[in-house]
């Protein structure tokens, strides 16, 4: 079970491989670029099976969730045509959607999507190989939002060429975007990526580095010149509160909240962390 979802939950796999070339990301190293798919008649067969066993909210995993706009709209269609009754969530990122897709998936009961935004700033977008820019996060997020569907944002602090300036950037950037929630992670450089590499050449390890910290939740590995370990914890959490304390974000929580009182104690219990978190000492 987790917060706003009424019932179990289960994950259920739908593809995988990426085709993007974004220099953080550890599934590359994990699972490769080439693209690997299961069928909509699979994915339908999975989905009622879990609804046989009284599992209703399922997330599709993978690697990227719409990276194939015709199993995505054939899933769809299936879906639809069964008529089968499962709320379902998954990950996207800007460039890998379209209105009549997001349409489509809002109808065949998807509710929320995750979305690999990063960054503000185009530069640092660009450095990573992102291959997304920000007009294109604002064009997606607005299709999603008009379709139904909820946005939850996910930000990196701290890629290659990060200042204040533009943490900043992507601070006032993410402000500016239809999101339920926006959480902020300090970038992490997993071994065999691009950005490991990058690290190692430039001696931005901190001091005295375990393996095991290498993780995005786990605070920071990293140590630049001009931001420290200490000043990226600084800005994580700084951005997060500027983002969550706003009139907009409090109002939309508590609504998320007041539709689902079997999970509003979880769910408040969470907040309540997180909140504590951001509010904590860097």
Not at 143 to 172: C, D, H, M, S, V
Not at 198 to 222: C, S, Y
């Amino acid at each position: 079970r987790m917060p706003l979802m009424k019932g179990p939950f289960s994950f259920m796999l739908t593809s995988r491989g990426c085709p993007a070339g974004c220099k953080y990301c550890i599934k590359h190293v994990s699972y490769q670029y080439s693209v690997r798919l299961h069928s909509p008649e699979r994915i339908l067969e999975e989905m009622k099976l879990f609804a046989s066993l009284g599992i209703h909210n399922i997330h599709m995993y993978a690697d990227l969730f719409t990276v194939n706009r015709d199993q995505v709209i054939a899933m769809c269609d299936a879906i639809i045509e069964d008529g089968i009754k499962v709320k379902w969530t998954c990950n996207s990122r800007v460039d890998f959607v379209d209105e009549e897709m997001l349409q489509k998936m809002a109808q065949a009961g998807c509710w929320m999507i995750s979305w690999g935004l990063e960054s503000g700033n185009e530069l640092i977008l660009k450095r990573a190989a992102k291959g997304a820019d920000p007009k294109k996060a604002q064009r997606a997020l607005g299709w999603a939002r008009k379709a139904g569907i909820k946005n939850w944002g996910y930000f990196i602090i701290g890629l290659p060429g990060e200042t204040e300036e533009t943490i900043r950037q992507t601070i006032e950037f993410s402000k500016t975007l239809p999101l339920e929630i926006a959480l902020f992670h300090i970038a992490a450089p997993y071994p065999g990526t691009p950005f490991f590499f990058e690290v190692v050449k430039n001696k931005w390890f901190r001091e005295g580095t375990r393996w095991e910290e290498v993780d995005m939740d786990k605070g920071t590995v990293l140590q630049y010149d001009n931001l420290s370990a200490e000043d990226l914890m600084y800005w994580q959490k700084r951005a997060f509160r500027e983002w969550a304390f706003r009139p907009g974000p409090v109002v939309t929580y508590l609504k998320m909240l007041a539709t689902d009182l079997h999970t509003f104690k979880r769910a408040v219990r969470v907040g309540l962390e997180h909140f504590g978190w951001a509010l904590g000492k860097s």
